[in-house]
């Protein structure tokens, strides 16, 4: 494996456990999307380095790795739509789009 | 004139540096920005960092081979999303927040866990070895357009038509979850 | 080295070159919009005003620069520039003529960048442009200026999915993204708005809204916003605003061309008649495609003097319940052009 | 008119639906309900016209289409020891693809590539019964126009009758048995809606069952008959590898030295057979069929006594191949068939209800058909079908016409002389009496006798079935004349208000009564057997067994008996069977090219199928006398006991009483199938019930207390704080990560 795809790879460890910082301490819901929208990223990071390294036929490279990171950013366009509209409605209810307000789904 | 002068030097950087100085530039560049948006406290400099970050790891895309997807990033990523979130960020007017968090424990914990994720990862990354070292040559035409598509209308057709239903259906939910009454 | 000696060359050329047509633009404008509205337009400074432009240009330097003090600094200080940029970026794949054969005998294309997914990158770069406005709209901390920036993003998201639909349609017809790749197909058949006349209706329209020029011009509408997202910015801040938005038009206008209207290609025709090969039949392209660019600028010029502004439910309207649904017909009608094999 | 079979079913079909769908909406006058329904099945009559008279004609003009479109139509013209035949496939309908086949053979395990296909096929015996039942189908639906006038029901009656008809002809025509199988369980379906129709009224008053009791008798029965039948054929199909009933006799007479008396053969023909017992009544499933006399009469004609039930005979014809090969499975068919014919028959003496009278009676003659089917009469026991059926239609609708005339009322010991206010009725039913029981050169006598005088000859009969036979036919003929003589003689028992009103049925009920009789006086020429023709000095002039004969006939015999045990049979001669010969002789030549000097064992056995010992005139002389003495006898005894007015019957009543009862009370089989079947069963419903209660519901409810239990638990995770779910999430995830990446 070169160094560029293991630099990659550890690229988005890292940026994944940044975003996983983002999401836990955070308050803002919006900010937590976008550190979801992180970590995404460095899942699509990986999914397109590793592809590259990937024997396919005669040669390197398989495209797979490309498809899988189309599907992701269709899901990621449909979570930040969703996610939006969510954090939208609660901002009506609550005037705030701070997660620590939210604590209506207890038992 | 500094504006017309950007382009210029990035060219003039890109014909004397080599794709590996580009990549870790870019890299470093994903890694800070990427954290300047978890860090932040105001969301909306978060969100043009994020944009940083999304662009950084498109040029990254670009640089292995993945023109397309570096092109679909930036359009899809940059050009929809962030915008969106930025969208809503000023029809909010969500300022900064607030101080005061979670407590020391929670965040400890989110540390501890970032890390030990990172470090499993990291990890999972050594121990990674792909099928085949050398042969080295990329194949012909990969990454292009058409040879995505030809792997998503053959090989990846329903999980491609079930992504653009789940597409539909997210966008049917957004519209009527923002909707402010149900009844218009 | 020729390769790269090649495109810092025709880097160069057209980072001067779009100025400079954004500056007899300029003039174009007044004076179009003074004989559209029966007055003499600016006719002091040289011969017919032409040398307007330069005057003015003299003057975005000289004036003062205020920066308010409230304003978010980086922020605000950036996004001209990353307006631009983008404006800049778009243009590179924009083909403007054929190949140039150099005496050393080096082929060069005349486009910046031939990219496979060249399209594509266009409609990147100026969703990108959309952070100029943005940044401008919420940095000045005017909410003339925010509510600019937010009309603009709205406006240009929407816009941007009937402008993409326009897109994928010459790309079915195509079969390929790649500009050139384009103006070979139509000039191999004919052009595609004889094929396809609502898509270039609808990449018409949505120009028009991706540039926010009249009659969507929206976020920086006078009477009701100032002067929208660049209230706050003055002296050469303002010109370059002013100078993206003018480069987004020409680059909007040569995609429409580009995908179209057969680009910069010459009707196989005209050109065996006229002699025409090698590098003159390559400058002959490039004349053709400065005037179908020149016809679509004027038409900019003319609709905005003509046409009264829309109101933004309205401008919403035509969106999303007009345009992507044509775009969407048209993108159907494209495939059953390719699949019943007409073109 | 051959390549478009199926206008024949979608006549009625059609008429079933503009009745059924027009009738309901009461969009119709009962006039046109008639007409449209009457209408439709003489169309199919007409149809099957068409198709007979130009399959008579020859197939000739059909080969170049089989040529053209192998996969779709498949034609034989008559030609060598192959009898003339068509089948056409109007679309295919279960693609079963590559099945894999385990075959009993020496093929062992293969795979077959199947498609079973919407096929109609036709030939000879097709052809008959399409007549029979078009024909038969359609007097009775001009009877019904009278018997049902007026009836609440009337167009729910033609709606039913017209399906009815249709399922008949799917099934007469259909080529395989899947399709065969769709009208079996349709006229199923019919036969029960139609003893149903009457379905709130009590229609035994004894046990107090209603109309919908016996329809659901009639159908559960005929359940367990054709599970039997679907697994016989599942059983052929994984032999075979296919469903057409062409290829199947191809098959099993292309191999016979394999398949003969096979376990396999045998097995499937028992099962194909408790398949046709519960059809066409026999013995152990044919309560049903006493029951089945709750739908109105026509229906019982109709139904249950000229078309449906004749389905088991009809199919067993149609496997004709399939039993040849089976000596064991003929065997049990015959012995049934003459159980069940006796049996019946003392049942059907001690009756006073004219219709079941007339319905044992039915299950009786049904008993003859597969006892001349056991003995390898098919021919015979088709041409007893065809003419039972005219005869007993008739009877059926003569006694329709005496009930609606008799206030209702099915009680023989409410009639008595009737004769003088119904005489068309008294001829007719006269004259079917007569036939069935066997007065000489009427159709009965033609008919059965023949079956009779098979069983006694024939090289799979035995003396002890002729015997049996013979008792049963004496009790057939008392018991027939002691109904006419209850109904039409002696004094009118009626109640006064009945007596008032009495007089002849409608013209349209008499005029199908007289085409009817007329049939059964003159239908048994069709088939004159061989032995009554040489007693006059004539040929064989059975034209019934030579169009007949071909499709039935045993082939595929591999005739190699040792040469000089062959001329020695003394008084057994080919039976003048040109199949038969042609197959023997074929099969000497081969047996000679291949150079065998020693006849097989097995071979040995099968020449003497489709062979019949050839009576002598005098031992026809014989049994023509035998089969008058039966007639007189069993005339006599009703005469002598029935002919005064029932007084010497009365007297008689005390002295064996015992014996009326258990034969009014059907030998008390009922109840032995209620505590033998019916109790057992409940009582095993009960336990699975208390099973399921306890057991079951139990570990379903421990299962919901479990759930809350850990539910309890685990909410204590809910807090509802996003934050919380995000860090178990995380953790889970990092947990995962260690243990797979590690």
């Known amino acids: 494996m070169s160094e560029a795809t ?41 999914l397109i380095a590793v592809s590259r390294v990937l024997p396919g036929q005669g040669g390197l490279g398989l495209v797979d790795g490309h498809v899988f990171v189309l599907f992701v950013l269709a899901i990621a366009a449909a979570e930040a739509a969703v996610g939006l509209a969510i954090v939208l409605a609660l901002y009506r209810l609550k005037r705030s789009t701070d997660i620590e307000v939210l604590r209506l789904l207890r038992w | 004139m500094d504006a017309l002068l950007t382009p210029a030097c990035c060219v003039a950087l890109a014909a004397i540096t080599a794709v590996e100085a580009k990549l870790y530039i870019a890299g470093i560049v994903a890694l800070v920005s990427g954290l300047v948006v978890v860090m932040h406290r105001n969301s909306v400099i978060g969100a043009l960092f994020l944009v940083l970050n999304l662009l950084s790891v498109a040029v990254m895309f670009a640089l292995l081979d993945a023109y397309f997807m570096a092109v679909l990033q930036v359009l899809i990523y940059a050009g929809a999303i962030v915008v969106l979130i930025i969208f809503v960020l000023m029809l909010l007017n969500v300022g900064r927040e607030p101080r005061g968090g979670p407590g020391l424990g929670v965040r400890l914990m989110a540390l501890l866990l970032g890390l030990a994720m990172v470090f499993a990862l990291v990890r999972a990354v050594r121990s990674f070895t792909p099928g085949s070292e050398d042969g080295g040559v990329l194949t012909e035409g990969y990454g292009t357009v058409s040879q995505l598509g030809e792997a998503l209308f053959n090989q990846y057709f329903y999980p491609f038509e079930v992504v653009s239903l789940a597409l539909v259906a997210a966008m049917a939910g957004a519209v009527l979850l923002a909707k402010r009454y149900l009844e218009d | 080295m020729g390769v790269v000696i090649a495109a810092l060359t025709k880097v160069l050329l057209v980072a001067l070159v779009l100025p400079l047509a954004v500056s007899i633009m300029t003039w174009v404008e007044r004076r179009g919009s003074g004989i559209i509205q029966m007055r003499l ?87 990108v442009g959309v952070y100029g406005v943005i940044m401008a709209g919420w940095s000045s901390n005017n909410k003339y200026a925010q509510l600019g920036g937010l009309r603009s993003s709205s406006q240009m998201i929407s816009y941007e999915l009937s402008f993409g639909l326009a897109v994928i349609a010459v790309a079915v017809l195509a079969g390929s993204l790649r500009p050139i790749a384009i103006v070979e197909a139509q000039a191999a058949s004919w052009w595609y708005v004889v094929y396809m006349p609502v898509g270039a209706l609808v990449l018409l329209i949505s120009g028009f809204a991706e540039t926010n020029r009249l009659p969507f011009d929206l976020p920086e509408a006078e009477s009701e916003l100032v002067a929208g997202y660049h209230t706050e910015y003055s002296s050469m801040k303002f010109a370059l605003f002013f100078m993206a938005e003018y480069i987004n038009m020409i680059t909007s206008a040569a995609l429409l061309v580009t995908l179209y209207l057969g680009g910069y290609s010459v009707p196989a025709f005209v050109s065996s008649s006229l002699g025409l090969e090698g590098n003159w ?9 400065v005037l179908k660019v020149s016809f679509f600028m004027w038409l900019f010029v003319w609709v905005r003097w003509t046409l009264p502004r829309f109101r933004f439910d309205q401008l919403l309207q035509i969106g999303w319940k007009a345009l992507i649904p044509l775009g969407f017909l048209n993108v159907i009608w494209a495939a059953v052009l390719v699949w019943l094999g007409w073109v | 008119m051959l390549p478009y079979l199926l206008l024949i079913p979608l006549a009625p079909l059609l008429g079933f639906v503009l009745v059924g769908v027009l009738g309901a909406s009461g969009l119709l006058t009962d ?76 093929t062992g395990e293969r795979t077959a590539s199947l498609t079973v296909g919407w096929t109609l096929s036709f030939d000879a015996l097709t052809a008959i019964m399409l007549l029979v039942v078009a024909g038969v189908g359609t007097l009775i639906h001009v009877y019904s126009i009278g018997y049902m006038a007026g009836d609440p029901g009337y ?107 096979s376990l396999l053969l045998t097995g499937v023909g028992l099962l194909l057979f408790i398949g046709a017992t ?140 009737l004769k003088k206010w119904m005489p068309v009725t008294y001829a007719t039913f006269l004259i079917s009496t007569l036939a069935i029981a066997g007065f000489p050169l009427m159709s009965g006598f033609m008919s059965k006798d023949e079956i009779l005088a098979r069983s006694l000859f024939s090289t799979r009969g035995h003396t002890l079935l002729w015997l049996f036979g013979t008792f049963g036919a004496v009790m057939t003929s008392f018991y027939m004349f002691r109904a006419v003589y209850m109904t039409f003689h002696g004094e009118n028992r009626s109640p006064e208000w009945v007596r008032h009103q009495l007089k002849e049925s409608p013209r349209v009920m008499t005029g199908v009564l007289a ?55 003394a008084g057994v001669d080919t039976h003048e069977d040109p199949a038969a010969d042609s197959a023997y002789a074929s099969a000497l030549t081969a047996d000679e090219a291949t150079g065998h000097g020693e006849p097989q064992a097995l071979e040995i056995d099968v020449i003497r199928e489709g062979l019949v010992a050839h009576p002598t005139l005098g031992q026809e002389w014989a049994l023509f006398g035998v089969g008058l003495g039966v007639f007189l006898a069993g005339l006599g005894l009703a005469s002598w006991a029935y002919g005064n007015n029932m007084r010497r019957a009365a007297a008689m009543a005390g002295s064996l009483g015992f014996v009326r009862r258990l034969l009014h009370r059907k030998w008390f089989v009922d109840e032995l199938y209620d505590k033998l079947v019916i109790g057992p069963f409940k009582a095993l419903c009960r336990g699975a019930d208390a099973i399921d209660r306890t057991v079951v519901d139990g570990a379903v409810n421990l299962a919901g207390i479990l759930t809350e239990i850990s539910g309890q638990v685990i909410k204590l995770f809910q807090t509802g704080v996003v934050r919380h779910y995000a860090v178990w999430l995380l953790a889970g995830t990092v947990l995962v990560l260690w243990i797979v990446m590690g």
């Open chain 1, 6 to 46: 293991t630099f990659c790879l550890i690229v988005s460890a890292v940026l994944f456990g940044i975003g996983t910082l983002g999401v836990l301490p955070r308050r803002s819901a919006i900010t937590i999307l976008m550190s979801i929208e992180i970590m995404l990223n460095a899942g699509n990071l990986a």
């Open chain 3, 41 to 127: 337009g600016p006719n002091r400074v040289g011969p017919f005003g032409v040398l307007q432009p330069v005057a003015d240009g003299i003057q975005f330097f000289f004036k003062e620069d205020i920066v308010s003090p409230f304003v978010h600094k980086p922020t605000y200080l950036m996004a001209p520039a990353v307006a631009m940029m983008a404006a800049f970026i778009a243009f590179a794949v924009i083909p403007f003529g054929g190949t140039l054969t150099l005496t050393s005998g080096q082929q060069v294309k005349l486009v910046i960048a031939d990219f496979d997914a060249g399209v594509l990158f266009l409609l990147a770069a100026s969703s």
């Open chain 3, 281 to 289: 039949l390559t400058f002959a392209q490039l004349i053709v495609f």
């Open chain 4, 31 to 106: 006039r046109w309900v008639h007409r449209i329904a009457v209408a439709a099945s003489l169309a199919a009559l007409v149809f099957s016209c068409a198709a007979v008279w130009e399959f008579s004609s020859g197939l000739d003009h059909l080969v170049p289409l089989a040529e053209e479109d192998p996969g779709r139509f498949l034609v034989q013209p008559d030609e060598g020891d192959s009898p003339a035949r068509f089948s056409v496939t109007y679309a295919p309908w279960i693609p079963l693809g590559d099945t894999l086949l385990r075959g009993w053979s020496s």
């Open chain 4, 155 to 261: 167009s729910r009656f033609f709606a039913y009758m017209n399906l009815f008809m249709a399922m008949m002809l799917t099934l007469v025509l259909g080529g395989n048995i899947l399709v065969m199988f769709i009208g079996w369980e349709g006229v199923g379906l019919c036969s029960f809606l139609l003893i149903s129709y009457y379905y709130d009224q009590v229609f035994d008053r004894e046990s107090g069952l209603t109309c919908a009791d016996a329809g659901r008798k009639a159908f559960i029965t005929n359940r367990i008959g054709d599970m039997a039948f679907v697994l016989g054929g599942l059983l052929l199909l994984i032999t075979f590898g296919t469903f057409d009933f062409y290829a199947i006799s191809d098959a099993i007479d292309g191999s016979s030295e394999f398949w003969y008396a």
């Open chain 4, 278 to 417: 519960g059809k066409s009544a026999q013995i152990p499933l044919y309560v049903w069929l006493p029951d089945a006399m709750a739908g109105p009469t026509p229906v019982s004609a109709l139904i249950h006594a000229a078309t449906m039930v004749t389905a088991g005979v009809y199919m067993l014809a149609r496997m004709s191949s399939l039993f040849w090969h089976a000596p064991g499975a003929m065997l049990v068919v015959a012995v049934v068939g003459c159980l069940t014919a006796v049996f019946a028959a003392t049942m059907g003496m001690a009756q006073y209800d004219i219709k079941k009278a007339l319905a044992y009676s039915t299950v009786s003659q049904l008993g003859y058909m597969f006892l001349g089917a056991g003995v390898g009469a098919f021919v015979a026991a088709i041409f007893h079908l065809v003419t039972h059926a005219f005869f007993k239609a008739c009877l059926f609708l003569g006694s329709g016409s005496v009930i609606l005339r008799a206030g209702h009322s099915n009680d023989m010991r409410l009639y008595g002389g």
């Open chain 4, 515 to 569: 085409v009817l009789a007329a049939g059964a006086l003159f239908v048994g020429f069709l088939g004159v057997p061989e032995g009554v023709s040489k007693l006059v000095g004539l040929g064989n002039v059975n034209w019934f067994e030579h169009q007949l004969h071909p499709v039935v006939a045993a082939r595929g015999v591999v005739a190699a008996a040792s040469h000089g045990e062959h001329g020695g049979q």
